[in-house]
């Protein structure tokens, strides 16, 4: 036989098929299906398909035969398949024919088809940022792109599940946007003074829209921009009286930003020209200053207080609202006339006017001469003989000699051209005059005139000269059928302390001291200031300039700039300062900007003084002392003591605690006549130049009154007031005389209580008189409260007989210790009148008087005391305790 052959042919199939399984399905859709053909067909096995086999990569997947004579089959995973484990898979696929026979041997198998298969992806993952927590920063005032870039990320295997398509800021009301690309940017500028930190938080989305499951946070802190400048000062600084030099800015520095600088120039200023005149300086009078800075003695005060003998100043307006620093101001109406009496006499070719003056630029296109001193024609003419005056901002000093023996041009007019003359401000002024030579200084420094005109000297007539203060006198001004004098070139501003000194010029030593200001700018520790560091002062201190090459050593120098007052009673208020500061870059002029500061000094009120004057108030005396060469010293027991409080004021002002004694000075003590003014034919009232040697004190006196004045100590004061003797000559026709006692600091700033004191005489029943009050328990009684007295004579009292026998004994008691009395004073009488006040103080007899009225004495005092402390006291107790005796 013949073979026949039933299995001729190998199964076919596609070359290559593409297939697509989501993940987790287990479907594989394939293109093109897989169908294997087989030309054996339709012989039983031989042409019938009886299996796929798949070859290589131990791919996840199956194929299985659906139907045997069709050849259809199908793909299908084995598992689970995840396209983030593995997106895409390529094997080997073969087709198997059922074989020759049922038993399936001598099978055929197909060519190998290649097997392409895509993992499709599901959207399975939301997206995570790449950090648990953005940080990042942001200057204030800039626009940014970006700030910063946040990023989130998703485990899906496809683009479009995996990549992220948009960012979103969840916080709301903030001022910044994210764009899909994760860059935030702010949408305002941002300021470092209104919030310093931004929290914001963002969420993302991927391309399916999946939202991340947690918003991530987003600290966005806000930069100040670097601003050139000094940085840690205060507003206001503080200043403690009668504490020293201060400190201004001791944490202070200086910010360049980095900038590569090579010099910085500071400029510190105190501006108090709204401080009495420019700033603060003592308040005492005119010639009380020209004494304490050592000046010759002989100026004349043209601008004194108004008082009863400088009356002449009473109707100019004053500047009250200063601290006692006398000012008057001119408004163009105002103007004195100096009395003829005061005006200095005889001016040679050496003499000085000096004079505080705060002017301004005059109103009006054609200004007029603003006079604030002149001596002129009285009557009939109308010649100036000197004058001192303003015009369009300059100060001319005028002055025309009278005919000599030569008769030839002489230096007349001395012109000056000053800003300070308009600039609204306090300056000192003091002319020197040594003919022909005059010199002015503005603040203690040298001006030499620039303009100097001659003139013929004036003829000489035997007319009155008037001294008038703002405007000057014309004496012969003729309206129609009237010759009226009046006063022209009035001045317009403020003057204090216009001074003449004939015969002498001031030296620069004393126009320094009197212009000098107590307080200004300070270096604490000028040692410890770095050698690198230049700096310089005005002359009033109030300006302060400091050149350094180092920034560290400039920022060292201004923390030891400090403010200094030395007045014991220092003007409170508010001082402005003002710092400007240039920075100087390497090769460049100024390169960094550094704005200028303004500060406050607050003064704080001084511990004000009380002054207070005790001793006795009435002084009873016989007519003999009266009489005598010395007269009697009415404050001989005068006791001046000031006190301050530490705290605030109790009820309960003798025993108050937190009261202190103060020593200042004192600069003047009026004795004041009450009542009828005094008679030179019969009484004076004086004190001995002898009195005030060693002392920086001068006196006056009057019919008014007497005045000591001086800056001086409360002692020298007192010893001085114990020396005032008063006379009267004619005492029989004198009844009583009162005097008023007051005192002063700082030209009235603080005054004293106003001490009575009456001096009276001896008369006959007034002893007398004086026991019976002893004897019924009088005033004088009842006010010394002293146990031990009180009982010594309450036991003489104690089991005595009626009344009126008491009443009659005393008073023959008393009148035979008057007799007594009057003879010890006749014997006294003959002694030598010009015996020494220490002598009169000792003897207990000199004074008699009642000034254990207002005397509070401590009851804790023994008896001793009391009789060594007030020995004419001790006296009239004896006598009155021998009267109670002898009942």
């Known amino acids: 036989g013949c073979t026949l052959v039933l299995n001729k042919h190998k199964p076919w199939i596609e070359t290559s098929y593409h297939g697509v399984i989501t993940e987790n399905m287990d479907t594989v859709l394939l293109d093109p299906?897989?169908?294997?053909?087989?030309?054996?067909?339709?012989?039983?096995y031989a042409g019938e398909i009886c299996a796929f086999k798949i070859h290589g990569q131990e791919a996840p997947?199956?194929?299985v035969v659906l139907n045997r004579t069709s050849g259809e089959g199908v793909l299908r995973a084995k598992g689970p398949v995840d396209c983030e484990t593995q997106k895409e898979y390529t094997f080997i696929i073969q087709a198997y024919d059922c074989g020759a026979e049922a038993s399936g041997a001598s099978w055929k198998k197909s060519h190998k088809a290649v097997v392409h298969i895509q993992v499709d992806d599901v959207n399975e993952f939301s997206p995570v940022f790449r950090e648990p927590m953005y940080h990042a920063s942001a200057m204030e005032g800039k626009i940014y792109d970006s700030i910063l870039q946040v990023e989130a990320w998703d485990q899906d295997c496809s683009p479009q599940y995996s990549q992220i398509c948009n960012y979103d800021i969840v916080t709301s009301n903030t001022p910044f946007a994210i764009d899909r690309n994760g860059n935030i940017r702010n949408t305002e500028r941002l300021s470092y003074d209104k919030k310093q930190r931004y929290k914001v938080m963002v969420t993302a989305f991927d391309c399916g829209q999946k939202r991340a499951t947690e918003s991530v946070a987003v600290h966005i802190d806000v930069k100040p921009v670097c601003k050139p400048g000094w940085q840690g000062w205060n507003k206001q600084v503080d200043y403690e009286p009668g504490t020293g030099s201060k400190q201004l800015f001791p944490k202070m520095h200086l910010e360049t930003c980095d900038g590569p600088l090579s010099a910085v120039r500071a400029m510190v200023e105190l501006q108090t020209s709204h401080i009495g005149k420019g700033c603060d300086r003592e308040t005492y009078s005119e010639k009380s200053m020209q004494k304490l800075c050592g000046a010759a003695s002989g100026s004349t005060d043209l601008?004194?207080?108004p008082s009863i003998s400088t009356n002449w100043t009473a109707s100019l307006l004053t500047d009250s609202g200063r601290d006692s620093d006398l000012i008057f101001n001119f408004d163009g109406r105002q103007a004195a006339n100096v009395p003829e009496q005061v005006v200095p006499q005889n001016l040679t070719d050496q003499f000085t006017i000096a004079t505080?003056?705060?002017?301004?630029?005059?109103?009006?296109?054609?200004a007029e001469k603003e006079t604030l001193l002149c001596n002129s024609d009285k009557t009939e003419m109308n010649r100036h003989h000197y004058s001192l005056y303003v015009h369009n901002c300059r100060l001319v000093f005028l002055l025309r000699r009278d005919f000599t023996q030569v008769d030839t041009f002489r230096p007349a007019e001395f012109h000056w051209k000053l800003e300070q003359i308009c600039d609204k401000e306090w300056h000192y002024y003091v002319i020197n005059v040594e003919f022909p030579a005059v010199t002015l200084f503005v603040d203690g420094v040298t001006y030499e005139p620039y303009l100097v005109t001659d003139d013929w000297p004036i003829h000489p007539s035997s007319i009155d000269t008037q001294l008038t203060v703002g405007a000057c006198w014309q004496g012969h001004y003729i309206l129609p059928c009237v010759s009226t004098p009046r006063f022209t070139q009035f001045f317009r501003g403020s003057l204090s302390g216009l001074t003449i000194r004939p015969g002498r010029i001031e030296t620069q030593k004393v126009i320094s001291c009197l212009q000098a200001c107590k307080e200004g700018l300070d270096i604490h520790s000028l040692e410890s200031l770095g050698?690198?560091?230049?700096?310089?002062?005005?002359?009033?201190?109030s300006v302060l300039v400091m050149e350094g090459e180092d920034l560290e050593s400039v920022n060292t120098a201004m923390a030891k700039v400090s403010y200094i007052n030395s007045r014991q009673f220092p003007t409170a208020g508010l001082r402005q300062l003002h710092i400007t500061t240039t920075v100087q870059c390497f090769g460049e002029d100024i390169c960094i900007s550094i704005p200028d500061i303004k500060a406050l000094v607050m003064v704080l009120p001084p511990s004000e003084p009380r002054i207070t004057i005790a001793g006795s108030d009435q002084l009873v005396r016989p007519a003999a002392d009266l009489r005598g060469a010395m007269?009697?010293?009415?404050?001989?027991?005068?006791?001046?003591?000031?006190?301050?409080?530490?705290?605030?004021?109790?009820?309960?002002?003798?025993?108050?605690?937190?009261?202190?004694?103060?020593m200042h000075n004192l600069d003047y003590c009026d004795v004041l006549v009450i009542g009828e003014e005094l008679n030179p034919e019969q009484e004076s009232l004086e004190i001995h130049h002898s009195s005030l040697m060693g002392k920086h004190l001068d006196a006056t006196n009057s019919t008014s009154g007497i005045s000591i004045y001086g800056v001086d100590s409360m002692a020298h004061y007192e010893e001085a007031l114990r020396q005032v003797r008063y006379r009267n000559w004619r005492p029989a026709t004198l009844s009583n005389r009162r005097f008023r006692l007051t005192c002063s600091e700082l030209n009235g700033r603080y005054t004293s209580n106003e001490f009575n004191l009456e001096v009276s005489l001896v008369h006959n029943a007034a002893p007398v008189e004086h026991v019976n009050h002893m004897a019924v328990q009088s005033q004088y009684m009842r006010s010394v409260h002293h146990p031990l007295m009180v009982h010594s004579v309450n036991s003489h009292i104690s089991g005595t007989p009626p009344a009126a026998t008491v009443v009659v004994v005393i008073c023959i008691a008393a009148l035979v210790?008057?007799?007594?009395?009057?003879?010890?004073?006749?014997?006294?009488?003959?002694?030598?009148?010009s015996k020494s006040e220490e002598d009169e103080a000792k003897d207990p007899e000199m004074d008699w008087d009642d000034s254990t009225l207002t005397i509070t004495v401590n009851p804790m005092e023994v008896r001793g005391h009391y009789t060594k402390e007030f020995p004419e006291k001790a006296l009239s107790t004896k006598i009155n305790s021998k009267a109670l005796v002898k009942i």
């Open 33 to 44: 299906p897989l169908v294997a053909l087989d030309k054996d067909a339709p012989v039983p």
């Open 61 to 63: 997947f199956e194929a």
């Open 303 to 305: 601008l004194p207080a």
């Open 356 to 366: 505080w003056m705060k002017h301004g630029p005059s109103p009006g296109l054609r």
């Open 531 to 541: 050698k690198d560091i230049k700096f310089h002062f005005n002359p009033a201190q």
């Open 631 to 662: 007269g009697v010293a009415p404050f001989k027991e005068l006791r001046i003591t000031s006190t301050v409080d530490e705290g605030p004021d109790t009820v309960d002002t003798f025993y108050r605690p937190g009261v202190l004694e103060a």
């Open 817 to 833: 210790c008057i007799v007594v009395l009057g003879i010890y004073r006749l014997h006294s009488t003959h002694q030598d009148s």
